[in-house]
């Protein structure tokens, strides 16, 4: 046992840890004032510090927006003047008649003066009351266009109006580009529709004037319509965003729809979720608005720098006052330390040693040249052998492989390493042993070791006999008689033997139900011993999933309509193959339907579902039951499993069908698996290896027992 400090001593060491405690506590005094004050300081400081970064960006980002306001303003408006003045200058025969060459080359002329010097805009151009393109800028190639489908043509066409009309964003019919239009209708002095005259900015264009704003890395320019919210243009681009509006909830949205012009907004863009400091300022005289963005992290980059260096100063103050602070009574301190975990590391190998010798199995340890170094009792006690029998002898030399492999050297190994084998005896015999060895490093030695440990699993092999010769009489002694039984009660219930009586008639269908019931348990025990056995051979070859399927619903179609279920199928698998067993596949695809329709409600149905791409296929059986109770997932592949549920109980079923299932699938070298959402029915799908040209697929026969 280990021996207690006397009464004395406990005194001692309790008034100089008193001692040592006042003395630590009047010189951290000062020190934590002084770290408290300076903590609170540079606090105040850099929180005022951040205020002034973001409130100098609403200023930066709402002045930008103002620049771009004024141009974006002149534009429109010289826009604006163009279009008033052509759609007077247009005489109205050059629309409604076929003009002369001078007439049209007049016209071409003025159409390019107007635009002389103006590089904002894509063109300027007339169309006559039947949509057909006659006058433009630049016509070579599209003389024979007819624009009368256009929202814009057809919107001056149904609704005669003086005003300006402006489009939504459209792929540019004239112009290969997505671009904005600008239009006014032309009419005569009957106030006539003659056709229209329209401008249009391609998007990029709008694009180039935003890249001459600095907004930083991250930043963002965006112009919108101030009556529906929709995105016009943004840098940088986004396609998805043109066209697309503003949700009615969003910040700026809000303040626009309360009818503010001008104003800063804080918050997280729509276009990626990034916070930024929006400046807005909406357009005077036309429904748009610009809104400049500046990314938070970039507006905070300089401020954070700041920040970390005053933190770096106020740490390097607060580590100079801990390294004088801790100065008294460090060397007693680190004393007791170092007997304490010296008596706690003795606690530890005096435990360690307890269990070494205490445990269940038996435990060698092996040094670097694969001589045994140290043993505990339970070796002597399973093997008969004595300690000096044991050590210093190699290690591998008391067992022998029931397999043609060898035992890894220390060099080999690189993880956990288990296998079954014989352990030899001291009178001569042996038994058979579940061996795992692992290699382990003793760091301050810088020694690497062998821990091998062993457990007798004789008993376990006589159990895996007693299984097999009890399966073993369940097929030869129980299934053909049942067989016979089977078809006997098929035959006089179907009246084959003469009608029966009435009184006797219920009684002989459940003794029938019954038999076929214990003939599927009998059936699903062979299988999984067949499985585990490795005696159940697989024959894989490629399978039509369409071929494969048809049968699979025309097997249970009578179940399932007796249950009130339809079964359909989902996905695409035509022309779609599969490597399987025909046979094999056919039972998987049963337990999982019948599965579906046992637990899904009268009514409802059952989908199959298909899918594939270039390595696999996935069968997935869905049903709109109850679900999977949380506590009995981790048990649905476990044989003899059953959920207690009252769906099951009355049901019944003998647990092994999902435990063969899965075999089934690994063993044809797929994988299984299973969702559901409770209360709603579960989706359990199975995978196999897809073929793309059966011909030449080179599968073969195989066991279904793998290494």
Known sequence: MTAQPSGNESTVVHKTDNGLRA???????????????????????????RQDDLRNAETASLNNARILQVRLEATLNRIDAILLSVGRQIPAAALTGTPDNDSSDGIVTMLKDHLHGFSEV??????????????????????????????????????????????????????????????????????????????SIALENLQRQFREINVGQRGSIAVRRSDNLEMVVRWPHIPALVNAPLPATDPIAVQISAGNQDFNSRHAAQADGEPRVFGVVSLRHFPFYIAVALHEDEI?????????????????????????????????????????????????????????????????????????????????????????????????QFFVPEKQEGFPALTEMDQ???????????????????????????????????????????????????????????????????????????????????????????????????????KELINDLLDIEKLESGKLRLHLQPL????????????????????????????????????????RIQQVLANLLSNAVKFSHPGSGVE???????????????????????????????????????????????GLGLAITKELVERMGGSIGFFDTPGQGASFWFSLERIHDPAISGVTEQSALFP
């Open 416 to 518: 956990v390493w288990r296998t079954e084998c014989l352990c030899k005896r001291a009178h001569l015999d042996s038994f058979p042993v579940l061996l795992t060895v692992a290699r382990v490093i003793v760091e301050h030695l810088n020694t690497a070791y062998l821990v091998v440990n062993f457990i007798d699993i004789s008993e376990r092999r006589r159990a895996e006999q007693l299984k097999s010769d009890f399966v073993s009489i369940v097929s030869h002694e129980l299934r053909t008689p049942l067989t016979s039984i089977c078809g006997s009660l098929a035959l006089v219930n179907r009246n084959t033997v003469g009608q029966v009586p009435d009184e006797f008639r219920d009684m002989l269908l459940i003794a029938e139900k019954n038999s076929l019931r214990l």
């Open 122 to 199: 894509s063109g300027l151009w007339i169309v006559d009351a039947s949509g057909k393109l006659r006058y433009g800028d630049a016509m070579h190639g599209k003389q024979s266009l007819v624009l009368a489908d256009r929202s814009y043509f057809q919107e001056h066409l149904q609704h005669p109006h003086p005003h300006l009309y402006i489009s939504k964003v459209i792929d540019g019919k004239i112009v290969q580009r997505q671009v904005i239009v600008f239009s006014r209708g032309i009419y005569d002095q009957q106030n006539r529709f003659l056709g229209i005259v329209m401008i």
């Open 608 to 654: 199959l579902d298909i899918q594939a791409d270039e390595h696999e296929v996935r069968f997935t059986v869905i049903d709109h039951g109850t679900g999977i109770a949380q506590s009995f997932r981790d048990k649905v592949f476990l044989k003899f499993a059953q959920a207690e549920h009252p769906s099951t109980r009355r049901y019944g079923g003998t």
């Open 300 to 396: 905070l980059a300089s401020w954070r720098k700041r920040s970390l260096l005053l933190g770096v100063v106020v740490l390097l103050v607060a580590g100079v006052a801990v390294i004088l602070s801790r100065g008294i009574g460090q060397s007693k301190r680190r004393e007791r330390q170092a007997l304490s975990h010296l008596r706690r590391q003795q606690q530890r190998t005096q435990l360690l040693a307890s269990a070494f010798e205490s445990c269940g199995e038996a435990i060698l340890l092996v040094n670097g040249d694969g001589l045994i170094e140290e043993i505990n009792q339970s070796c002597t006690h399973l093997t008969g052998f004595d300690e000096e029998d044991w050590l210093h002898q190699p290690w591998q």
């Open 23 to 49: 003395a630590s506590l009047q010189l951290w005094l000062p020190f934590a004032i002084l770290i408290l004050s300076l903590i609170a300081l540079l606090s105040y400081t850099v929180v005022l510090d």
């Open 544 to 583: 039509s999933v369409m071929q494969v399927i048809r049968v699979a619903l025309e097997s249970i179609s009578s179940y399932a309509a007796a249950h009130q279920i339809s079964c359909t199928i989902r996905g695409e698998a035509q022309g779609v193959y599969v490597v399987a067993d025909p046979v």
